[in-house]
């Protein structure tokens, strides 16, 4: 009798690890930086400068309140630093995406399986750009997936940060709501309305409130003379 053949034979595991370890020293070498700049701006703002993101005096933020909340602490460190922590923090979450997706489909999937699923989502092209931010979007997605029938109110919180992404976060919000899982809904609303209220443009003041100086080294802003 013959041996049932295995998933991947030696050659398919080569070319597998070839493929996903080129893709992450791509991300690693080719940095497109222009989001996280933006983003290092906008939390640096909001976080240093209790700034109002989301007036006209600054460039246009297409990120909803839950994601300057969340991603402010990379305004802690300088640009430079903080692109390689969130570069190295991407490659770890790219690890933990296929793990945790595979849990979620059966919590008893064992190591080869997760092996796989991690190896073939590490060769997708998506993962070499490293310094975006949809694969936090899909982890937390992924927690709340995996979450929400037994922690259903952390479930809640990780969805509501999600939403920071909503293209991302859509479809496990879809099945939450087909679902029934209301204690997931109320605590990712409570979480999405809190962070609405941290950002609230009331509680911080407005960037017409600096001087023209301190908007143009904060915030790229023209110094126009008086």
């Known amino acids: 009798m013959t041996s049932p053949s295995r ?12 493929i996903a370890g080129f893709n992450l020293i791509v991300g690693l070498l080719v940095f497109r ?9 906008w939390t640096s703002a909001w976080l240093h400068g209790r700034v109002d993101v989301y007036a006209n005096g ?12 969340a991603l402010a602490p990379m305004a802690m460190l300088p640009f430079g630093w903080s692109a390689i922590g969130w ?16 849990r979620c ?19 997708w092209s998506g993962t070499r750009t490293l310094l975006q931010f949809t694969l936090l979007a899909l982890v937390l997605s992924l ?3 995996r979450h929400a029938s037994r922690r259903p109110w952390l479930a809640g919180v990780f969805l509501g940060v ?30 999405v309305t809190e962070s609405v209220t941290t950002c609230d443009p009331v509680h911080i003041t407005s960037t017409s409130s600096l001087s023209p100086s301190t908007r143009a080294s904060r915030y790229g802003e023209p110094d126009m003379p008086a």
């Open 162 to 191: 999600a939403m920071m992404k909503p293209q991302v976060a859509l479809p496990f919000t879809l099945w939450v709501v087909l679902s029934g899982s209301s204690r997931v809904l109320l605590s990712a609303s409570a979480a």
């Open 33 to 41: 930086d222009s989001d996280i700049a933006l983003m290092h701006d």
């Open 7 to 18: 998933p991947l034979e030696s050659a398919g595991w080569r070319i597998l690890v070839a």
């Open 87 to 102: 570069a190295l923090l991407s490659i770890g979450l790219a690890l933990a995406a296929p793990d945790i997706a595979a």
């Open 58 to 69: 600054l460039r246009f933020v297409d990120y909803p309140p839950q994601g300057i909340v």
């Open 143 to 145: 927690l709340a997936w």
């Open 105 to 123: 489909v059966r919590e008893d999937a064992n190591r080869e399986e997760i092996t796989i699923l991690t190896l073939m989502f590490l060769c």
